[in-house]
Each structure stands twice: as structure tokens, then as C-alpha cells.
């Protein structure tokens, strides 16, 4: 395991707090859950996602998992039960892409809009460098993780980093993983590794990770990093992230987008089909 700790002193008293709240450190109870395609999804906005997320760090030190969720996602868990189980059983589980917020839309069960975990992850670190939370980063290449811890500390003045490592282990090394990481004392877990390993490794150490927020958050960490450039912003506004991935890696990915999307569709379809359905039986006399 290797640490890192900023040059900088974390602000003290007034100023930490002031900088926690303009971070998103404080917010109101949520809104009930509601389910698209057979996964529940909590009708947040990134404030709102920060704010509890905050709140569970500042708590008692009980595990929590944040897991977002994507159209891949929807679409894998009809076909793996171990990765459906993890989805469901997160203590917050929110739309990572702008299509998930478009198709609650359409099956009538609306949410606020998109909380991806490229974007929450910096407004995460901003809220653990004003409070002086600790933070571990678990995933990606080794020279990956490396230079996000370098540029987290940078870019998040008075951010203490408890460790970090890369995401390449074999499953019996999980248990030392784990160890490494509740030695840490994090109070955030940042894990950066392809889901649904990912989704499954979490819940599956929760309680031996010690950690009360464990948020998986897949690639950000190239993207955070700068090893990988993130899409523009019209195409992040537009919901086409996933079209600009294609085009980075077109043989790897064009496949793999398509039949996804595919069957994403379709199975909306069928839904809408369902519920204009039930609203015709609701109206007949």
C-alpha cells in the first residue's frame, strides 16, 4: 500500500466547514426509490448524491456503497445475478448516464437528472479535502493510480490520500486488499475497476473494508488522471459519452455498444408497451 499526504494544511474551524457546505456537505432526506427494468434508482440530484454521501462519512464508520448505474448495467443484470444482487443491494444507486435519465422518462418513473461518477468523484474529493477526510484509490494500471493520487492532491488542497493501489490482483489477494485498505483509515473508497467485478467486489468486502463510502466509479480514474480524454461537453450534455468511447476505441467497443443499446431499446419498448397497456386497462369502463 502507498500513501500520500498533501503539502498543504486542511483548513481549520469556520473555514473547513464553510468549504464542506459549498462542496455539498449538507442536504435534505430523500425521495422514495423507483425501478427501471428491474433495478432500483434513487430520484437524486448530485447534490443531493454528495450531501448523503457526506453525511455517511461524518456518521458512524458503517459501511455504505454507492453504485452507479448506466445502460450496460441495466442490460447486464438481467443475465448475471451475482452483479443484479450488488446493483440492488447499494445503499445509494443513482443513473450515470443520460439515457438511464431519459428512459425513467419514458416508463413513468422520472429521476432529476444524470450523477456520473466521473463528475462525483471530484465534488467527493473537494468535500474530503474541506472536512479532512481521508480517501483511498483502489483500481486501474499502477502508474494510473499513481498519478491520480498526484493530481487529486493538486487539484484538492488540504486532500489527505490514505493509500492507493492498482486493480490488478488475483481473488485470493482480495482479504490483503481489504486488510490494506481498513488499515488505511479511509473514510472514502475510491474503487476504479470494470464492472460488474467491480459492482460484486464491493459488496462482497463492505463490512471487512471498514470504509463508510465505498463508490465504484469504473474508468474515471484515466479520465482523472489524464491518461484518457473525457468527451466534450456538448456530447456529455447530448448523452453521446458513450458514441465519443466508440470512437476512441472503435474495434473494441462498436460491438459491444450496439448490441447493448439494442437490446436496451427493445426491452424499453416492452415496458412502455406494459404501461400503456395497464393505463388502457385502468381507463376502461
Known sequence: MATWSAGSVPPRG???EARAAAAGAAGPG?????ELLGC???????????????????????PHVLVTVNVAHLVAMRSDPAFARACRAGDLVVADGLPVVWASRIAGAPLPGRVAGCDLMP???EAAAALGLPVYFLGARDEVVRALADVSVRRHPGLRVAGYRDGYFAPEE????VAEVRRSGAAMLFVGMPSPAKDVWCEQHRDGLGVPLILGVGGSFDVLAGFVRR???W???????WLWRVAMEPRRLFWRYLSTNTIFVG???VELARRLARAGAAAAP
Open 14 to 16: 469556520g473555514e473547513r
Open 30 to 34: 430523500l425521495a422514495p426509490r423507483v
Open 40 to 62: 432500483p434508482l434513487d430520484p437524486v440530484t448530485m447534490d443531493e448524491a454528495v450531501a448523503r454521501a457526506v453525511a455517511w462519512c461524518r456518521g458512524e464508520r458503517r
Open 123 to 125: 465534488r467527493l474529493l
Open 174 to 177: 482480495s482479504e490483503r486488499v
Open 231 to 233: 468527451a466534450p461537453a
Open 235 to 241: 456530447m456529455q450534455r447530448a448523452g453521446l459519452e
Open 267 to 269: 426491452r424499453l419498448a
